[in-house]
């Protein structure tokens, strides 16, 4: 997955947006291609969440869950 390869350009620099992460404590740069709010880790922690819970919705409406 893209987004977890922090050597990934979609991850560079060039998309951080000024802001520090929304995380409560986190001071890192926020900033990837998918969005402008967290850090590369607290990004990736998100997307994986997402991706999660998405699995978990789709095994159930298949009869999987």
């Not at 977890?4 to 001071?27: F, I, Y």
């Not at 969005?35 to 880790?41: L, Y």
């Not at 999660?52 to 159930?60: F, G, K, M």
């Amino acid at each position: 997955m893209r987004y977890r390869d922090r050597e990934d350009e979609l991850n560079s620099a060039a998309h951080h947006s000024g802001r520090k992460c929304v995380e409560k404590g986190c001071t890192k740069p926020a900033g990837t291609a998918w969005s402008p709010f967290w850090c590369f880790e607290h990004n990736v922690e998100r997307m994986d969440r997402i991706s999660a819970n998405l699995e978990a919705e789709l095994a159930y409406r298949q009869g999987r869950g």
